[in-house]
């Protein structure tokens, strides 16, 4: 979409990609994106237990992607993107060192789980949008 040509510095954030979307199995369990309600409404979105700060700051983040993509095509700049990806990680990276998730007892697993997704969806979307592949699995 913004760029054609790949960059070899990806790689690591492909890798990292592979690395979050690996924890689903080790959990046991698969994922394909957020979802939305049918059209009456009746399946319930995930409810997130952010008990830990940086579990909330990742919350916010991932928040903010729409709010960025909408900057980035009205401004064409894409290095808003690049900047928004790369707080992304950051944060991950934060949560991920404070916050253990397949050793936390439920519902904290769960939401930690749903977290990592989201992560995992908005890091592959924005990646995606700058014509950069990004690997499943290592």
Not at 27 to 32: D, F, H, I, K, R
Not at 50 to 55: N, R, V
Request: proline share 5%; aromatic share 10%.
């Amino acid at each position: 979409f913004f760029f054609s040509s790949r960059r070899r510095h990806t790689r690591s954030l492909c890798a990292w990609i592979s690395d979050v979307c690996s924890s689903d199995l080790k959990a046991g369990t698969e994922w394909e994106g957020p979802q939305r309600p049918d059209s009456r409404g009746t399946e319930a979105a995930p409810t997130l237990e952010l008990t830990h700060p940086s579990e909330l700051e990742l919350a916010k983040q991932i928040l903010r992607f729409s709010e960025t993509l909408n900057a980035t095509l009205a401004d064409y700049k894409p290095n808003w993107l690049t900047g928004y990806l790369y707080d992304l990680a950051g944060k991950f990276s934060v949560f991920y060192d404070n916050c253990p998730v397949l050793q936390s007892a439920e519902p904290v697993k769960s939401s930690r789980l749903t977290l990592c997704r989201l992560t995992a969806y908005v890091m592959k979307q924005g990646l995606n949008l700058l014509g950069i592949d990004v690997i499943e699995q290592m």
